[in-house]
């Protein structure tokens, strides 16, 4: 059965991540995800300060870039979330936005490698395993964890990249997608993943949910603005406008032009937006196409109203 979460709003000011989380928790959303974005804040303490203060949500961390975190280290952080909140934790490793990755200076030669290197070291590591790798990126001599967790996360891959989900379909237990998730995105990036087995396919989403439909598609073009740059072409190839968006891109001084002048049809394909029936109708849609979590990106200014509409896709 499909899941249904929401995300962490990266700007959230402090004093208000935990309510955001309780109040998540409380409106019945399966699942919240916090992001590690250059800039922000750190995706495990994110993790740990919302998992305190909730009672039964899963919470996602989408994702830690391999190249920032030594193996080893990372997996002391994941297995101590999943001792102290056993079965409420999923973490989502990938290679990292590159312009990111580039100014922190942990940009690899070869991301594919540093992926194909340390899931199944991170995997193994969370199990209990003595674990040896001389790899390029991933050199390991006879680690382990003195207390691996009962319950071991599920360890997803977010990528992006017929390369990259080839890889993830080979080494993860689920492929995360970045916004925009379509359901021809999400159909292609199955067929390069290629799991032999089962495999999560999670999806983000930009998404405004009103009785209002107008007030709804006004939301969402504003928090589409940065669709349609060049990072973003795996996404949006798919799409049978995909080259009418990249001329309206090409044409537009500023992204809130672009914006602006996105087609009605263009912004309900993008997003989860419009009235609750609407809503679920695209939940579902991205459900028949594979996606077994849609997690929701809350548009508009205020994110605790956004929130309570949200919810009334549940």
Same mark, same amino acid.
């Not at 998540?24 to 992001?35: C, I, K, N, R, T």
């Not at 580039?102 to 992926?115: H, I, K, Q, Y």
């Not at 991170?122 to 967790?149: I, K, M, N, W």
């Not at 390069?192 to 998404?207: F, W």
């Given at each position: 059965?499909?899941?249904?979460?929401?995300?962490?709003?990266?700007?959230?000011?402090?004093?208000?991540?935990?309510?955001?989380?309780?109040?998540?928790?409380?409106?019945?959303?399966?699942?919240?995800?916090?992001?590690?974005?250059?800039?922000?804040?750190?995706?495990?303490?994110?993790?740990?300060?919302?998992?305190?203060?909730?009672?039964?949500?899963?919470?996602?961390?989408?994702?830690?870039?391999?190249?920032?975190?030594?193996?080893?280290?990372?997996?002391?952080?994941?297995?101590?979330?999943?001792?102290?909140?056993?079965?409420?934790?999923? +973490?989502?490793?990938?290679?990292?936005?590159?312009?990111?990755?580039?100014?922190?200076?942990?940009?690899?030669?070869?991301? +594919?490698?540093?992926?194909?290197?340390?899931?199944?070291?991170?995997?193994? /590591?969370?199990?209990?395993?003595?674990?040896?790798?001389?790899?390029?990126?991933?050199?390991?001599?006879?680690?382990?964890?003195?207390?691996?967790?009962?319950?071991? =996360?599920?360890?997803?891959?977010?990528?992006?990249?017929?390369?990259?989900?080839?890889?993830?379909?080979?080494?993860?237990?689920?492929?995360?997608?970045?916004? =925009? +998730?379509?359901?021809?995105?999400?159909?292609?990036?199955?067929?390069?993943?290629?799991?032999?087995? %089962?495999?999560?396919?999670?999806?983000?989403?930009?998404?405004?949910?009103?009785?209002?439909?107008?007030?709804?598609?006004?939301?969402?073009?504003?928090?589409?603005?940065?669709?349609?740059?060049?990072?973003?072409?795996?996404?949006?190839? =798919? /799409?049978?406008?995909?080259?009418?968006?990249?001329?309206?891109?090409?044409?537009?001084?500023?992204?809130?032009?672009?914006?602006?002048?996105?087609?009605?049809?263009?912004?309900?394909?993008?997003?989860?937006?419009?009235?609750?029936?609407?809503?679920?109708?695209?939940?579902?849609?991205?459900?028949?196409?594979?996606?077994?979590?849609?997690?929701? /990106? %809350?548009?508009? %200014?205020? %994110?605790?109203?956004? /929130?309570?509409?949200?919810?009334?896709?549940?």
């Amino acid at each position: 059965m499909a899941t249904i979460g929401v995300m962490l709003p990266r700007d959230l000011t402090a004093g208000r991540v935990l309510d955001y989380a309780r109040r998540a928790d409380a409106l019945g959303f399966d699942e919240l995800w916090v992001v590690e974005d250059l800039g922000f804040r750190g995706g495990v303490a994110q993790a740990a300060a919302v998992l305190a203060v909730t009672e039964r949500i899963r919470v996602g961390v989408g994702l830690l870039p391999a190249g920032a975190r030594n193996v080893a280290f990372a997996a002391m952080e994941v297995a101590t979330l999943a001792e102290l909140f056993p079965g409420r934790v999923d +973490v989502c490793v990938g290679h990292g936005m590159p312009h990111w990755m580039r100014a922190a200076g942990a940009w690899p030669t070869s991301p +594919v490698t540093l992926l194909q290197e340390y899931v199944p070291a991170l995997r193994g /590591l969370l199990r209990g395993d003595h674990v040896s790798v001389e790899g390029r990126y991933v050199q390991l001599r006879d680690v382990a964890l003195e207390c691996p967790p009962a319950v071991v =996360p599920d360890i997803l891959v977010g990528v992006r990249g017929p390369r990259s989900l080839a890889v993830s379909g080979a080494v993860a237990d689920g492929t995360v997608l970045a916004e =925009p +998730v379509t359901p021809e995105y999400a159909r292609a990036a199955l067929g390069h993943i290629a799991a032999l087995g %089962p495999h999560r396919l999670v999806g983000y989403n930009a998404a405004a949910v009103a009785s209002d439909r107008a007030a709804a598609l006004d939301a969402a073009r504003a928090a589409l603005a940065w669709i349609g740059e060049p990072d973003w072409a795996p996404h949006l190839e =798919p /799409l049978p406008f995909a080259a009418d968006l990249a001329a309206l891109r090409a044409a537009s001084a500023t992204r809130a032009d672009f914006a602006a002048a996105l087609p009605e049809e263009w912004v309900r394909q993008l997003a989860v937006v419009g009235t609750p029936d609407a809503a679920r109708a695209r939940v579902a849609e991205l459900a028949d196409a594979g996606v077994s979590g849609t997690v929701l /990106l %809350p548009a508009g %200014p205020d %994110p605790f109203a956004a /929130l309570s509409s949200l919810a009334t896709v549940l």
